[in-house]
């Protein structure tokens, strides 16, 4: 479900980016109240495991589309919201920013669609309703499908609720909208249950980690060597491995644009667009998830080895940029949290 730039307006753009900057403001100063250390480590594993597993999309049966997990409830499960969301923000920047996945311009309105509606509304409201009385697998499992599905469908209309305030007359709101939530429902339903899976398996493996998270507790002295090294070694199989069977059909949204418009793509104009894409394919050194190649590329050679390769490189370098930079804002926010605390001790 990311969104390209061609979908937006500038204006639409600029403020969505305005408004996923404040919700990710105010998740810094939360987690710089209440940082857990150990929860640095975890935010770059399963922020690479959440890269990979968004390279697989899987195809849905008799519609000719395709969809990929989404991974904010899962991140919002196992973090909690706001170190959730902030890592979320790491998946969609590195996607946007080196492998073309979603526009720059159009950064904001993907982070509030796939983080915002899960981190801070399906996850408190829905998720944490089910397990208010303790966590048992029928409840993660339950919590967890009522949680995605409804995640993912408010994503969904605030895809299209976008396309409409910035006048994309291609894409006119009754017909767009009545293909993309029903689409969207089939997704969330197998997001849903593969999200429900991996919680359930982290659980069985670590009990402690969902309760304290729940709880909104610091993770204190759990043990956390065998969550992270079964993730990690999930994120390489999966981004380097499984990425290579991923269904060639549109995904829900393109499915969507192509049965309202008659096509995947919209045409982009004006100078703001030309400058920000002009930026994405300079910084993009992987596009699409594969090496850059000539105009004159044949179909064979886009059918060779090389493909492949390009692909498998893009699943491991790509979570392993994620896994830095979601690193990398968890001790700017310890040292955030640090400097406060000596200024304190000072006054």
């Known amino acids: 479900m990311h969104m390209a730039d061609a979908l937006i307006s500038p204006a639409v753009g600029g403020t969505m980016l305005a408004v996923s900057t ?14 857990d250390n150990k929860k640095i ?13 968004q390279m697989i999309n899987f195809a849905i049966p008799g519609t000719g589309s395709s969809g990929h997990i989404g991974g904010g409830m899962l991140l919002s499960i196992l973090l909690g919201p ?63 499908m009522a949680a ?10 605030s895809v299209v609720l976008e396309t409409v305030f910035s006048g994309k007359t291609e894409l006119p709101f009754s017909t767009f909208v009545l293909l ?15 999200t429900a899976a991996v919680v359930i398996f982290v659980w069985k493996a670590r009990p402690e980690l969902l309760e304290k998270t729940n709880a909104g507790e610091t993770l204190g002295s759990i043990s956390m ?34 049965k309202t418009a008659g096509t995947t793509e919209l045409t982009a104009t004006g100078r703001i667009h030309q400058l920000v894409a002009n930026i994405q394919s300079k910084t993009a050194i992987l596009p699409d998830y594969s090496f850059k190649s000539n105009d004159d590329t044949t179909d064979v050679d886009k059918n060779s080895a090389t493909v492949y390769a390009g692909t498998s490189i893009s699943g491991i370098v790509g979570g392993g940029l994620t896994l830095l930079l979601a690193v990398l804002i968890g001790f700017v926010i310890r040292a955030i949290k640090k400097k406060r605390n000596i200024t304190m001790k000072n006054t």
């Open 22 to 35: 404040g919700v990710a403001a105010y998740s810094i100063k939360k987690m710089g109240t209440d940082l």
């Open 41 to 53: 480590p975890l935010m770059g594993v399963i922020g690479a495991f959440v890269f990979a597993a």
């Open 82 to 144: 706001y170190a959730g969301f902030l890592t979320m923000a790491s998946i969609l920047f590195i996607q946007a920013l080196f492998f073309g996945d979603g526009g720059l311009l159009a950064f904001g309105c993907n982070l509030f669609n796939m983080g915002f509606f899960t981190c801070f509304l399906a996850y408190p409201l829905i998720y944490k309703w089910f397990t208010r009385r303790g966590i048992t697998e029928k409840r993660i499992f339950w919590g967890t």
């Open 148 to 157: 995605v599905v409804i995640g993912l469908q408010l994503g969904a209309f």
């Open 180 to 194: 993309m939530q029903p689409i969207h429902l089939a997704i969330g339903i197998v997001e849903a249950l593969v």
């Open 225 to 258: 060597k065998k969550v992270l090294s079964s993730l990690a070694i999930a994120a390489i199989v999966v981004g380097g491995g499984l990425s290579l069977f991923a269904s060639a059909n549109p995904d829900g949204l393109e499915w969507s644009m192509e």
